[in-house]
Each structure stands twice: as structure tokens, then as C-alpha cells.
């Protein structure tokens, strides 16, 4: 089992409100590049998301239970499929998305019971919080060339990684780092 995270990011290291839909005033960023930058399977999960299982924070959960239901081919199909665990506090039903779950418990030890990969999309704090407990294996980062000045960061403490490799994807670079 890997815990894998993906985020879209700037040059700057910002990860907060990329479409915009956060209404931040740096909100936006990634989908300046066009639609084509954002569409498909940018972070090259593939297979992952037929057999892995997707953590989502509320937020994150929310936005995508109002964009991908409705969606199909390739990508919304497998994403449309995948099995879905959402932490949240404050959110009762999770039926708005098909194949979605709440997790239940402390985040840190259901993801260490988990028998399948976990991968994080968006979801900043989830990230972060499994990030500080040591659970993170790896990294894919879609660095668009934006500087945003000001907003969250993935990283937030210094952390060294070992870059596996780098790809062009559009108008960005998707880079994969392991932790360990």
C-alpha cells in the first residue's frame, strides 16, 4: 500500500484555489493555461484509480460530487468508479457521489489499516497531516508556470525528497518525488 498526493502547484509552491472556485484573490492559477492544462489524467494514475482508493477532504469531495457525476470517458469513467473516503467532521451523507464513503476515526491510523494505495488529490490539510505522520510514499506535482505571491503551501516544513521523474504535461511539468 502507497499513500500517493497529488496537487496542482505553482512555481512559488502555492496549492490553494487553482480553479478559482475558492474565490481567493490569487485563485484561478491552473486553469489560466486553458482547459486542456487541467482535463484528463494529468497525474498519470491510470490503473491506480481502478484498484486504489481516493481520500478527499470535504471541500475538495464537494466540488468534485458537483463536477464529475455528470461526466464521462475515459478518465471521469475510471474517477467516476473509483472507491471514495472523505474525512470530514461536518458532512453526514457522501451518496452524491457514487462509490463514496466517510472515514471514520482518527485520519492517520485508518489510512495505516488501509489495504489498497491511497491517493490524496487536492485536500491540503489531509495532505499535510499525513505528511507530518510520516505516511506520504510519494509525490506528483503539476508545477504551472504561475506565481501566485501569497496563499496555502503543500510544505510546511523543510522536507527532502528523491525525484523519480519529470514529464511535460502541457503548460506544466508534472513532477514525482518519493519520500523514502
Not at 458532512?91 to 485520519?107: C, F, H, T
Not at 490524496?120 to 505571491?149: C, H, K, M, N, W
Amino acid at each position: 500500500m502507497s499513500v500517493i498526493v497529488v496537487e496542482f502547484l505553482t512555481l512559488d509552491g502555492v496549492v490553494e484555489d487553482p480553479d478559482g472556485s475558492g474565490s481567493t484573490a490569487i485563485g484561478g492559477w491552473a486553469f489560466r493555461h486553458g482547459p486542456e492544462a487541467v482535463a484528463g489524467d494529468k497525474f498519470r494514475l491510470g490503473e491506480r484509480l481502478d484498484t486504489g482508493t481516493l481520500l478527499l477532504g470535504r471541500t475538495t469531495w464537494e466540488l468534485f460530487a458537483k463536477l464529475w457525476p455528470g461526466r464521462t470517458g475515459e478518465f471521469p469513467d475510471r474517477l467516476n468508479a473509483a472507491r471514495k473516503l472523505v474525512a470530514s467532521r461536518t458532512l453526514a451523507d457522501v451518496s452524491g457521489w457514487r462509490n463514496s464513503a466517510l472515514l471514520r476515526g482518527d485520519l492517520a491510523e485508518e489510512v495505516r489499516r488501509h489495504e489498497h494505495d491511497v491517493i490524496v488529490i487536492g485536500s491540503i490539510g489531509i495532505a499535510q497531516e499525513l505528511g507530518r505522520a510520516g505516511l506520504v510514499d510519494e509525490y506528483r506535482l503539476l508545477v504551472f508556470p504561475s506565481v501566485a505571491g501569497a496563499g496555502r503551501r503543500l510544505f510546511e516544513a523543510p522536507a527532502d525528497l528523491s525525484l523519480v521523474s519529470t514529464t511535460r504535461v502541457g503548460p506544466a511539468v508534472l513532477s514525482t518525488y518519493r519520500t523514502r
